[in-house]
């Protein structure tokens, strides 16, 4: 559990208040989350499909990631009541949004 009096937590505080950029910077911090966005966008739906296509990657990390991607809004979770029982994944709306702000980066950092 994170300490909301910390210098760490106040720090973070400020820069989300102070810029909105810092905000969204955060929301998609991390080496995974973007490639996990994609990947789901392109239809790697399934815990054990993210798994096999980000394989350096552990379960207890990839669950992490999942959990505050879907914390933050940027995906939903779907439990499907079958046997043995599924969960798929998908972009919301905010999520589907950063798709078109990756090209953009992915066109910045090529030139």
């Known amino acids: 559990m994170k300490k909301s009096n910390s210098s760490n937590a106040i720090n ?12 969204a910077i955060d929301l998609i911090s991390g080496r995974w989350k973007a490639l996990i966005i994609i990947y789901i966008h392109e239809g790697q739906n399934r815990f054990s499909l993210l798994k096999n296509i980000l ?6 990390i990839l669950g992490r990631q999942l959990k505050d991607l879907e914390q933050n809004g940027l995906i939903s979770k779907t439990i499907v009541p079958e046997v043995p029982v599924r969960v798929d994944y998908e972009l919301t709306a905010k999520g589907k949004s950063l798709l078109s702000i990756f090209d953009s980066l992915e066109e910045w950092i090529a030139s």
């Open 12 to 23: 973070k505080e400020f820069l989300h208040r102070s810029c909105s950029v810092n905000e």
């Open 55 to 60: 394989s350096p990657i552990s379960d207890q």
